[in-house]
């Protein structure tokens, strides 16, 4: 069975502070990886996806980075925090191959909660 | 833009009853529907999803109905109970799209 473990579960950060955020998934190879953002009691803003090692395409421009150094892990960081980063940081791998056709299911992980102050 | 509009923002009902939720949509290239069930302080799940060639998909006590000339669908929670209380987002795709969620809708289902 596939498996996303997300870590920390929670954040309290200053502005200002470096922030780094993972997530893992096992017993699935090479899956669609997405992280996501949710302000509290808000919708879900996909940030960025990667479909293969290496490779991170970005979907919105909020000051933060991702990267996929295994296969089956993915980074989320930035190097200053602003206070309009807090919220509910949310990993999700769906099954390879047809991207964006609109036949993947996509599975979350538990969250990071993330509060900038 | 927002592709995807749900209402209300918050659905309270008693115990029982059939709660109903609204989702519409403007892009008419988007063919599959999913619903995500969310529940505080955890990440969403799939919970029943419909694609554009059908017009009704059931699951346990959900219901998805869905009108493609409209461009909008609801989630009916037949004979809701107390654990249904949760955020539901409906979501939908087509092809070379992301998934696109709406804004939620927020359930509570009083005992």
């Known amino acids: 069975a596939q498996t996303i473990h997300q870590w920390p579960v929670a954040e309290i950060k200053a502005v200002g502070s470096p922030l780094s955020l993972g997530c893992t998934i096992k017993g699935k190879s090479s899956p669609n990886l997405y992280w996501y953002w949710q302000a509290t009691g808000g919708t879900l803003q996909q940030l960025f996806y990667s479909i293969t090692v290496g490779q991170v395409e970005s979907v919105v421009q909020l000051n933060l980075s991702a990267s996929r150094p295994k296969d089956d892990q993915f980074i989320l960081s930035t190097e200053k925090l602003l206070l309009s980063h807090s919220g509910f940081y949310l990993c999700?791998?769906?099954?390879?191959?047809?991207w964006g056709g609109g036949q993947n299911t996509l599975y979350f992980g538990a969250g990071t909660r993330l509060s900038v102050l | 833009q927002q592709q995807v509009r749900q209402s209300p923002q918050s659905l309270t009902v008693w115990e029982g009853e059939t709660a109903i939720l609204n989702c519409s949509y403007e892009?008419?290239?988007?063919?599959?529907f999913p619903w995500y069930q969310q529940f505080p302080g955890e990440g969403p799940a799939l919970l029943i999803a419909i694609r554009s060639v059908s017009d009704k998909k059931e699951d346990g006590g959900f219901t998805i109905f869905f009108n493609k000339r409209e461009k909008n669908l609801s989630l009916h929670i037949k004979d809701s109970q107390p654990g249904d209380s949760a955020t539901y987002f409906c979501?939908?795709?087509?092809?070379?799209?992301?998934?696109?969620f709406g804004s939620g809708t927020k359930v509570i289902v009083l005992p």
């Open positions: 892009n008419s290239a988007f063919d599959y």
């Open positions: 999700a791998w769906s099954l390879d191959g047809d």
């Open positions: 979501a939908a795709t087509g092809f070379a799209s992301a998934l696109t």
